[in-house]
């Protein structure tokens, strides 16, 4: 059973065929400690109700085994879209996951920050995150249920949250609601221009990340590799120790105080089981011994930009 104050480690684990059947032999065959799952189409808007067996089943199996879930809401929902009917579809992707998640047991449901498409719309959509998050997270937390995790982005595209240091108006659009959590991916942060690569770079960036939001905010981790360079604003995972981040950055953000007890979760590229078996024995390793981490990388962000 995983120690819960080691910082689990686990994957996004496939749903496909449903969640039980799916995602619990994914768990196993990979030694996940943690899981994150879609509970509807990632590039879609259609909100399946589940098999309520197959939730079940999943609760308990994530139980017996004491592996914290987490959802991820689509990939479309975007709080800050200019288009009406985005938001809406947005809400209500929210709001089921929200649902869904409590069926599973599920901690967090995580949703991409979102983007205002245009500077001009900056302000008008987080007047929208506002107005969508506030109600959401009021029910949420009267139900107990999950915390909606807000992810920051790779960048681009007048995000509304991709350096750490812009959640601060994020939070202050919902009033900083104590259900309102973040969860921190490895790589948006390096294509947002967070150099965690070099030795220092990933402990830098999670002060910072504690700086705007304060204790308590950060809940998950997405550790992913880069096939990009800092800077990139470009978010293609690779398998942890192959890209542009590199394994010293996640023994160091393994080490980090801000995540003591977060699970952290890789969405890295696997055929089947293989590939996350592979990072979840590579972070697994880090975590074990920390001090004897390889040595971080000393070439400067434009010696890195030629790898890519
Ligand atoms: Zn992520």
Redesign the pocket.
């Given at each position: 059973m995983p120690d819960l104050l080691s910082r689990p480690v686990g994957a996004h684990a496939p749903a496909a065929g449903g969640l039980a059947t799916t995602a619990l032999p994914h768990l196993d065959a990979t030694a996940a400690e943690a899981v994150q799952v879609f509970v509807s189409n990632p590039r879609g808007w259609a909100l399946s109700d589940g098999e309520p067996a197959q939730d079940e089943a999943f609760l308990a199996g994530c139980a017996d085994r004491a592996v914290p879930s987490y959802i991820h809401a689509s990939l479309l929902v975007n709080l800050g879209s200019p288009t009406a009917a985005t938001v809406e579809r947005s809400a209500a992707t929210l709001a089921h996951g929200l649902h869904r998640g409590t069926r599973i047991g599920a901690r967090g449901v995580v949703f991409h920050a979102g983007s205002a498409v245009d500077d001009g719309y900056a302000e008008t959509a987080l007047r929208q995150v506002r107005e969508v998050l506030l109600p959401l997270l009021d029910m949420a937390a009267a139900a107990g249920g999950p915390r909606l995790l807000v992810?920051p982005s790779a960048g681009g595209g007048r995000c509304l949250a991709a350096r750490v240091e812009d959640l601060a108006p994020y939070f202050e659009a919902v009033d900083w609601h104590p259900w309102l959590g973040v969860c921190f991916?490895t790589c948006?942060a390096w294509a947002a221009g967070h150099d965690v690569a070099t030795a220092g770079g990933m402990g830098a960036t999670l002060d910072a990340l504690v700086a705007t939001v304060g204790h308590g905010r950060l809940s998950l981790i997405?550790a992913?590799d880069s096939k990009d360079a800092c800077g990139s604003l470009r978010d293609r995972h690779e398998t942890i120790g192959v890209g542009t981040v590199g394994e010293a950055a996640f023994a160091e953000l393994l080490r980090h105080p801000a995540t003591a007890g977060l699970p952290v979760i890789v969405?890295t590229p696997s055929a089947g089981h293989v590939g996350h078996a592979a990072d979840i024995a590579t972070l697994t390793r880090l975590r074990a011994a920390p001090t004897a981490a390889p040595t971080p990388r000393t070439q400067t962000p434009r010696s890195r930009r030629s790898r890519g």
């Open positions: 992810e991916d948006h997405h992913n969405e």
